[in-house]
Antibody
Framework: QITLRESAPTLVRPTQTLTLTCTFS??????????VSWMRQPPREALEWLAL???????YYSPSLRSRLTVTKDTSKNQVVLTMTNMDPVDTATYYC?????????????????WGQGTLVTVSS | EIVLTQSPATLSLSPGERATLSCRAS??????LAWYQQKPGQAPRLLIY???NRATGIPGRFTGSGSGTDFTLTISSLEPEDFAVYYC?????????FGGGTKVEIK
């Protein structure tokens, strides 16, 4: 069974850097085809994709946030970390991570499945 | 960036009725489209992938169709647990993008 869980501080001050951690089980980020994505959802708004990291360390970012995001993986800890710099109140959102399998070498489909429960981050002074 | 436009924004229906949700892409995405369901306070759940394939455990009343730029999610007969927000998402081109969502509410 694949599970993911996001963790982060609940409150971040403007201009600070946010560090989000996705801890997962049921798969390995050393398996060919596996990736983990990050998304966010401001209160009462739609979903927004942020970043993705593949098993081979290939990375993709949202163009609008590219300058502020860095995604890394720690395969020994089964974790993916997303850092977002220069936080602003508009970045207040629930942040999610999700698994994806893009090859026949891994289990699952080439879509965001499953998702973690999400973690709410509020940016306020 | 591919823009996905969902319509209507809100659909007010009664249990047992048929729901038809639309997702239109700003350019052709072949069949690289998925639908997710999100209930209040919960994470999104994959319903349909590759435009028409039901994800594991998804009931047969959910049907996806379409290709190119126009896609439809149909719920044949609404159950009480189907009242939620539905999002479409494409993976044809980076960046991945989502539609703005359709809320299916009880009339």
């Amino acid at each position: 069974q694949i599970t993911l869980r996001e963790s982060a501080p609940t409150l971040v001050r403007p201009t600070q850097t946010l560090t989000l951690t996705c801890t997962f089980s049921g798969f390995s980020l050393t398996t060919s085809g596996v990736s983990v994505s990050w998304m966010r959802q401001p209160p009462r708004e739609a979903l927004e994709w942020l970043a993705l990291i593949y098993w081979n360390d290939e990375k993709y970012y949202s163009p609008s946030l590219r300058s502020r995001l860095t995604v890394t993986k720690d395969t020994s800890k089964n974790q993916v970390v997303l850092t977002m710099t220069n936080m602003d109140p508009v970045d207040t959102a629930t942040y999610y991570c999700a698994h994806r399998c893009s090859r026949t070498t891994c289990y699952g489909v080439d879509w965001l499945d499953p998702w973690g429960q999400g973690t709410l981050v509020t940016v306020s002074s | 960036e591919i823009v996905l436009t969902q319509s209507p924004a809100t659909l007010s229906l009664s249990p047992g009725e048929r729901a038809t949700l639309s997702c239109r892409a700003s350019q052709s995405i072949s069949n690289y489209l998925a639908w997710y369901q999100q209930k209040p306070g919960q994470a999104p759940r994959l319903l349909i992938y590759d435009a028409s394939n039901r994800a594991t455990g998804i009931p047969g009343r959910f049907t996806g169709s379409g290709s190119g730029t126009d896609f439809t999610l149909t719920i044949s007969s609404l159950e009480p647990e189907d009242f939620a927000v539905y999002y479409c998402q494409q993976r044809s081109t980076w960046p991945l993008t989502f539609g703005g969502g359709t809320k299916v509410e009880i009339k």
